[in-house]
């Protein structure tokens, strides 16, 4: 059966206008006049006072399976993905056992595939169990994912960063990056990619200092790519455990001025789900996936920033680091969108939240931009109606 959107505003990278839209399994197409004898079987949706856009892809997400699915597993995350207008996720490599061997990667994949909410990515390990030096088997892993990262630890043996340096350009994958110290990591890891090549991707970026290099080292024309979380834009100052730690107001304006001057690349949840006990006991992290677009729009809102580029940096780049193809009004395939109410504002609250834990700092907190539908090739995957 067809879907259609009448009355909507459609917005993607480079697009903003009210149109009619018509889907029909994975195609979508614009329609001028509504009383075709064809169209009468659709369901038809009123989107007036509503956005449709192309869903979000997260390419920094913490599943916690296997080994730790009591905080989250692949499928509550999922869920929890697809009610912040996610279709495609990529999780991080620190599950226990660690993600670093076709064993545990095939897992992940074929439980992800059997529930079919989202398009699950998994990130490998770059080291053995995490470890400072023994190198994951590269040839072996990229038949499976080309996204490698030791999220949650920062490589900090020097020559084993020179090696993944070097592997990610041999075998063409991405190395995804945790600096901690954010800005001395992040200062060697751009020494080390200027010196030896490779494909870098730095993750969470948080402070003033650390945009300011990425900035020196992109006009250069050094190959890298960087992200910055919601939870970073929308906040500063908060005591919250999560690492990297919120920053000052004047990190927070950095990150902003990093977004509109291209310098920060896309937007990543760092979606880090934990237990009540783990947060007493000084785990790291929030959840970030149900309230990502909220948190960026109620900050792009109240600076007066042009809402194509939320998603430019949520949608079309991310899906450009992916290699897959970014959905865009101007084709006919692809028909993953999120529509949002932006007038409807909502209080965030742990009895709505679908991920298994709600360990996030903006309870209570009002936000606009409730996400009313989530649809994954031409399915609805989430209903708010």
């Known amino acids: ?3 259609i959107i009448k009355n909507i505003r459609i917005i993607d990278s480079i697009t903003d206008r009210i149109t009619n839209i018509i889907i029909h399994k ?4 614009e329609i001028d006049h509504l009383d075709k004898q064809e169209y009468f079987s659709s369901e038809m949706i009123d989107g007036k006072q509503m956005v449709l856009m192309p869903s979000f892809i997260d390419l920094h997400c913490h599943l916690r399976d296997p080994g730790y699915t009591y905080k989250e597993d692949l499928i509550s995350g999922q869920q929890a993905a697809i009610h912040g207008g996610f279709t495609t996720i990529c999780c991080m490599a620190n599950t226990s056992p660690v993600c670093d061997n076709p064993k545990i990667i095939r897992y992940i994949k074929e439980k992800a595939e059997s529930s079919d909410i989202c398009e699950v990515i998994p990130i490998s390990a770059v ?6 030096d023994q190198l994951v088997n590269f040839k072996e892993m990229i038949q499976y994912t080309h996204l490698f990262s030791n999220d949650g630890l920062p490589i900090l043996n020097e020559n084993t960063m020179i090696e993944a340096l070097k592997a990610s350009s041999k075998y063409h994958f991405t190395l995804l990056t945790h600096s901690e110290p954010e800005v001395e990591i992040i200062d060697r890891d751009l020494r080390l990619l200027e010196h030896y090549g490779g494909n870098l991707h730095i993750c969470h970026v948080s402070k003033k200092e650390s945009v300011q290099l990425i900035r020196s080292a992109k006009q250069k024309k050094l190959n890298l790519s960087c992200e910055v979380t919601p939870h970073h834009l929308y906040a500063f100052g908060l005591d919250y455990i999560v690492h990297p730690p919120f920053g000052k107001e004047k990190d927070r304006d950095e990150l902003l001025e990093g977004l509109l001057d291209g310098t920060i690349d896309i937007i990543a949840t760092d979606h880090a789900p934990h237990s009540k006990k783990d947060k ?7 959840i ?6 909220s948190l960026v729009y109620s900050i792009f809102k109240e600076k007066k920033i042009d809402l194509r580029l939320i998603s430019q940096l949520m949608s079309e780049k ?3 680091l992916l290699n897959i193809s970014p959905v865009r009004f101007d084709q006919k395939s692809n028909a993953n969108f999120v529509l949002i109410d932006l007038e409807k504002k909502y209080e965030i609250n742990e009895k709505n939240i679908l991920s ?6 903006f309870v209570g907190k009002i936000v606009p931009g409730q996400i009313i539908m989530t649809i994954k090739k031409g399915e609805i995957k989430y209903d708010y109606r």
């Not at 007493?280 to 929030?286: D, E, H, P, S, T």
């Open 1 to 3: 059966m067809s879907m």
């Open 26 to 29: 994975n195609s979508f197409a």
């Open 127 to 132: 080291t053995k169990n995490l470890s400072s």
């Open 280 to 286: 007493i006991n000084g785990a790291r992290g929030l």
């Open 288 to 293: 970030g996936f149900e309230h990502a677009f």
């Open 318 to 320: 991310p899906a450009n």
């Open 356 to 361: 298994k834990s709600k360990n996030t700092p």
